[in-house]
């Protein structure tokens, strides 16, 4: 590993968070490559990494069929809000769907899986804080929220979340772990580039890193 490679130093974090968890199992390592482009991409793909996240569906229907074409093996996670008007087109690009947030995109996600004869890892996003302005559905509506899923017959992998800024997260990282306990359900997508050692040391299965791998956002 060198410093100049922040692929190799994302990974070396997300392992050594894992042996001090004593964790045999290893996280995911999402890739968040929304707002870049194909030729900032092409050196994490030549490198080997093949999941990625992408937080909207025309930006990755514009980047993704192209690599595809060229990189094989490639696994596309959408970590956006997705609007029920654009459940087929997820559906149809996505591996895993990260914003399961409401009744309505239940069960569009639902027919559109249905049509297509193609169930991606459905994961629903837990507004862990109760922040009245952010996605995710509440903690209090997650049962409901779940058995609606299961009713749709989604895939659902697990919960998603991610916690209030500027707060301490292990205590949400260990909530959200607590609830996908409580529901049966293995997957917890949580952590980002500046968190992903807590999360992987309370459990995390994905993590979701962008800045990380390929500097700031403008
Ligand atoms: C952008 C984004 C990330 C990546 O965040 P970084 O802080 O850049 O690592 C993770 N999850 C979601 C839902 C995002 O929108």
């Given at each position: 590993m060198t410093e100049q490679d922040p692929l190799a130093a994302v990974r070396a974090r997300i392992d050594a968070a894992a042996r001090l968890a004593h964790r045999q199992d290893a996280a995911t390592l999402i890739a968040v490559s929304k707002t870049r482009t194909a030729e900032e991409i092409e050196p994490l793909l030549a490198a080997g990494q093949r999941v990625f996240g992408e937080n909207r569906v025309q930006e990755a229907q514009g980047k993704w069929p192209a690599l595809r074409e060229r990189y094989s093996g490639v696994e596309l996670h959408l970590v956006g809000q997705l609007q029920s008007n654009k459940a087929a087109d997820a559906v149809a690009l996505?591996?895993?769907?990260?914003?399961?947030?409401r009744p309505s995109l239940v069960d569009a996600l639902g027919a559109a899986c249905a049509n297509a004869g193609k169930h991606p890892a459905c994961f629903v996003q837990v507004n862990i804080g109760d922040?009245?302005?952010?996605?995710g559905c509440g903690v209090a509506d997650l049962p409901a929220l779940l058995e609606r899923a299961r009713a749709a017959e989604l895939t659902i992998a697990g919960l998603m979340a991610v916690p209030p800024a500027?707060?301490?997260?292990a205590p949400y990282f260990a909530l959200l772990a607590k609830l996908a306990r409580d529901h049966g359900l293995g997957g917890l997508s949580m952590g980002m580039s500046n968190d992903l050692e807590t999360a992987v040391m309370l459990g995390a299965t994905h993590v979701r890193v962008g800045t990380a791998l390929f500097g700031a956002r403008a």
């Amino acid at each position: 590993m060198t410093e100049q490679d922040p692929l190799a130093a994302v990974r070396a974090r997300i392992d050594a968070a894992a042996r001090l968890a004593h964790r045999q199992d290893a996280a995911t390592l999402i890739a968040v490559s929304k707002t870049r482009t194909a030729e900032e991409i092409e050196p994490l793909l030549a490198a080997g990494q093949r999941v990625f996240g992408e937080n909207r569906v025309q930006e990755a229907q514009g980047k993704w069929p192209a690599l595809r074409e060229r990189y094989s093996g490639v696994e596309l996670h959408l970590v956006g809000q997705l609007q029920s008007n654009k459940a087929a087109d997820a559906v149809a690009l996505f591996d895993a769907i990260h914003s399961v947030d409401r009744p309505s995109l239940v069960d569009a996600l639902g027919a559109a899986c249905a049509n297509a004869g193609k169930h991606p890892a459905c994961f629903v996003q837990v507004n862990i804080g109760d922040e009245p302005q952010k996605g995710g559905c509440g903690v209090a509506d997650l049962p409901a929220l779940l058995e609606r899923a299961r009713a749709a017959e989604l895939t659902i992998a697990g919960l998603m979340a991610v916690p209030p800024a500027d707060l301490e997260p292990a205590p949400y990282f260990a909530l959200l772990a607590k609830l996908a306990r409580d529901h049966g359900l293995g997957g917890l997508s949580m952590g980002m580039s500046n968190d992903l050692e807590t999360a992987v040391m309370l459990g995390a299965t994905h993590v979701r890193v962008g800045t990380a791998l390929f500097g700031a956002r403008a």
